[in-house]
C-alpha cells in the first residue's frame, strides 16, 4: 500500500514540514540508537507533491527526539530542535549543510514547547521538570544565541507544557498541564500565574469556538476513562469550564486540529489498546460541543509504542494523519510509517487523495506569490477560468487557517490580492513559512510563502 513505508527501526517522534521549501510537506522522524543496526539519529522523507515518500536524507545521532521542526534560529530554512537529557540541540541548514547547537535547560528536564514569551519576534523554549517540580525557560536572542535558564517553582507535578497568547498583547503565555493547570501570564516584568479548575496530563490552546481568541482543552487519562475540559476565553484572563467530555479508556496522546474544514479544531485521540483501536476523532459542533466519537482503526503489528503527527500531506486541503511505531527488533514486528488520508467526508484513506483536488497545472488556475520571501507584504496573483466560488486563505503548516484574504461566489479571470502577514485580527505572525491556498470551485491549490524581517 501506498501509505505504508518502511523506516528504521525504534522510531520515535514524526513532525511535518515543508522542509525542502518545495510547496508540500516533508516527514521528519525521529529514532533511537538500535543495537542491532548501530545508527540512531534523524531520518528524513521527501514528498513528490502528491502524497507519495522517498528518503531524503538521514543524520546520526545517539541521542534525543525531534520534536519540533520550526524557525528559531534560520528565517528561511527550518531548524529541528530535539532534547537530550538537561539540554535542548538546534540543527540549522543552509539547504546543503548542517550546524548543531546545544544549549542548557536544567536537571530532569522532560518536557519543552517553543513561543515567543518576550514579544521579540523571536521564538523562546520553555520546558518542564516533573522530578523537581518546576517549568523553566530561555530567551532566543535573535543571534542564534540564548539567555540562561530562568526557572520557576510549582505546586503541583508538571506533566505537559505549551505556548500561545491567551489575552493578545503580543506574548505567548505558558500552559502547563498538572493536577491542577496552570496558566502563566507574560508579562512586561515577569509572570502571573492562575490556576484552572481540573488536571491535565495534556494541554492544547486553540479558538475552539472560532470567536478570533485562543481558549483552552486539556485531556487527563487518570481515570478509567479520560476526561477532556474545555475552557473559554471571556478576555481579561478569565478562562470558564465551559464543558467536558468523556474519552474511552485506553486513550493517550491527542491532538487538535480541523480535519473538516469548518473552522472549528477537533479532537483526534491516539490509543495505547493496541489490540481494539487505533484513533478516536471527535468532531467539534460548535459552541464547545463534541459530536459523537469515530473509531479509526490501525492495524496492530506488534509495535512497542506509536507516535502520531497530523499535517495536510497530499495537497487536497485537508489534515491526514501519520503514526510511526516504535520497533525494538524487526523479526518481532515491522518497522513502519503509516498514513492514513483525509478525504474530507469523514473516511481515511490508504492512498493520497490527489487527482483534481491538487493541479498545480491546471488549466482552469494559476497562483503565483510576489515577492517571495518578503518583510512587509506580498501579492498574490491567480488566475479563475471558469466563474466558480473562490477563497484564498492564509494557513501555517498544519492547515490551520490564519486569514481569509479573498472569498467571493462568482470568481473568473485575473485577480489579485496581498497578505501583509498578518492574522484575522489584525496581529503580526511570527517569522517562517506559510500557505497560501486558492480554492476554485472543487479545484485546490497551494503556495509556499516565507515571511522574514
Not at 163 to 173: A, I, P, V, W, Y
Request: aromatic share 14%; net charge negative.
Amino acid at each position: 500500500m501506498r501509505s505504508i513505508y518502511n523506516i528504521p527501526m525504534q522510531a520515535n517522534a514524526v513532525c511535518a514540514v515543508d522542509y525542502d521549501l518545495d510547496g508540500d510537506m516533508d516527514l521528519i522522524i525521529s529514532h533511537g540508537i538500535n543495537k542491532y543496526t548501530y545508527w540512531g539519529g534523524i531520518y528524513m522523507m521527501k514528498n513528490d507533491g502528491y502524497g507519495h515518500f522517498m528518503f531524503l536524507d538521514s543524520i546520526y545521532d545517539t541521542t534525543g527526539w525531534v520534536i519540533y521542526a520550526d524557525t528559531v534560529f534560520s528565517k528561511t530554512y527550518y531548524d529541528l530542535i530535539f532534547q537530550i537529557p538537561n539540554r535542548i540541540n538546534i540543527l540549522t541548514t543552509d539547504g546543503e549543510n548542517y550546524t548543531e547547537s546545544s544549549f542548557c535547560l536544567g536537571e530532569h528536564v522532560n518536557d519543552f514547547a517553543l513561543g515567543d514569551v518576550d514579544g521579540n519576534g523571536f521564538l523562546d523554549v520553555v520546558f518542564i521538570s516533573s522530578l523537581e517540580q518546576y517549568w523553566g525557560i530561555i530567551y532566543n536572542q535573535g543571534n542564534d544565541s540564548f539567555s540562561s535558564p530562568t526557572y520557576y517553582e510549582m505546586d503541583n507535578v508538571p506533566g505537559d507544557i505549551t505556548c500561545g497568547d491567551l489575552n493578545n498583547d503580543g506574548r505567548s503565555d505558558i500552559l502547563i498541564g498538572s493536577l491542577l493547570c496552570e496558566i502563566w501570564y507574560s508579562t512586561e516584568s515577569d509572570f502571573s500565574k492562575q490556576i484552572l479548575n481540573y488536571s491535565g496530563s495534556n494541554v492544547s490552546i486553540n479558538d475552539l469556538d472560532n470567536d478570533g481568541d485562543k481558549d483552552i482543552i486539556t485531556f487527563s487519562d487518570l481515570y478509567a476513562a479520560g476526561i477532556c475540559c474545555m475552557y473559554e476565553n471571556r478576555g481579561n484572563n478569565i478562562f470558564d469550564s465551559v464543558n467536558s467530555f468523556r474519552v474511552p479508556e485506553g486513550c493517550s496522546d491527542f491532538f487538535v486540529t480541523d480535519f473538516n474544514n469548518d473552522s472549528l479544531p477537533d479532537a483526534l485521540f491516539l490509543t495505547y489498546n493496541f489490540n481494539e483501536k487505533g484513533y478516536i476523532l471527535y468532531y467539534n459542533q460548535g459552541n464547545f460541543h463534541m459530536g459523537e466519537a469515530q473509531v479509526i482503526p490501525i492495524k496492530y503489528y506488534g509495535e512497542a509504542r506509536r507516535f502520531m503527527y497530523c499535517a495536510d500531506m497530499d495537497g487536497n486541503g485537508y489534515t491526514d494523519i501519520i503514526t510511526t511505531r516504535q520497533v525494538f527488533d524487526t523479526t518481532v514486528a515491522p518497522s513502519s510509517l503509516e498514513i492514513l488520508f483525509n478525504d474530507g467526508h469523514g473516511n481515511f484513506v490508504e492512498n493520497p487523495l490527489t487527482g483534481t483536488e491538487k493541479n498545480l497545472s491546471s488549466d482552469n488556475i494559476a497562483l503565483t506569490c510576489y515577492p517571495n520571501p518578503f518583510t512587509e507584504k506580498t501579492t498574490i496573483k491567480y488566475t479563475i477560468n471558469e466563474k466558480c466560488n473562490t477563497t484564498v486563505s492564509v494557513c501555517d503548516l498544519n492547515g490551520r487557517k490564519i486569514k481569509t484574504l479573498f472569498n467571493n461566489k462568482f470568481t473568473i479571470g485575473n485577480q489579485k490580492t496581498t497578505w501583509d502577514g498578518t492574522d484575522q485580527n489584525g496581529k503580526e505572525v511570527t517569522n517562517g513559512t506559510y500557505l497560501i491556498r486558492l480554492q476554485a470551485g472543487r479545484q485546490v491549490t497551494t503556495r509556499t510563502v516565507v515571511k522574514i524581517n
